[in-house]
């Protein structure tokens, strides 16, 4: 007899951790960093949290913690670096600058399938969505350690300015 299996997909946000859970995996750490502001930088990515629980054993500061080599090498090593380059390319342009959009990704980096792949990230847990304005922007965690951006900042802030989002233009070049 075969079996016939049929494909299971995973939104990857049912994986993400809630506020309740970060807390409960603070307590069972006896962990004293501040549940909220962990959940904040994280997002719930439970990896990166249990990590940062771990390591503050060593009565560091989630600040410190954040800045530490380990969690560096982890988001580096075992998260950017095992994304496609096109992927690492959206996630580096989306830590740089304030929100991107589908157009901004298509005008100014020449992605032709950025719905798609911005959709993926989202659902992947690496960016975060506005729904009302259509637009992503990379969680907290990795806004400090993936850098990489195509484009010159006045050449996004250009770009921010001619379709009517002055702060975000000014929010680039004051960068």
Partial sequence: MVKQYSQLYLDARRLLLTQEEVS?????YGSD????????KTRGWAGCTDFL??????????????????????????????????VQ???????EYPWVNVELCE??????????????????????YDSEKQRWCTIPLFQRYVMGKDQDMVT???????????????QCLKK
């Fill in 33 to 40: 960093l501040n549940v909220e502001k962990v959940f904040e």
């Fill in 156 to 170: 996004v802030a250009k770009w921010y300015e001619l379709n009517g989002y002055i702060l975000e233009s000014a």
């Fill in 89 to 95: 390319r959206i996630i580096g342009n989306a830590s």
């Fill in 24 to 28: 409960k995996l603070a307590d069972c």
């Fill in 53 to 86: 629980f771990r390591l503050s054993e060593n009565e560091k500061t989630l600040e410190e913690l954040l800045n530490s080599y380990e969690i560096r090498t982890y988001i580096q090593k075992e998260v950017f670096e095992k994304l496609d380059e096109n």
């Fill in 107 to 128: 005008q100014i980096w020449g992605i032709s399938d950025a719905r798609e792949q911005l959709s993926d990230l989202y659902r992947k847990g690496t960016l975060l």
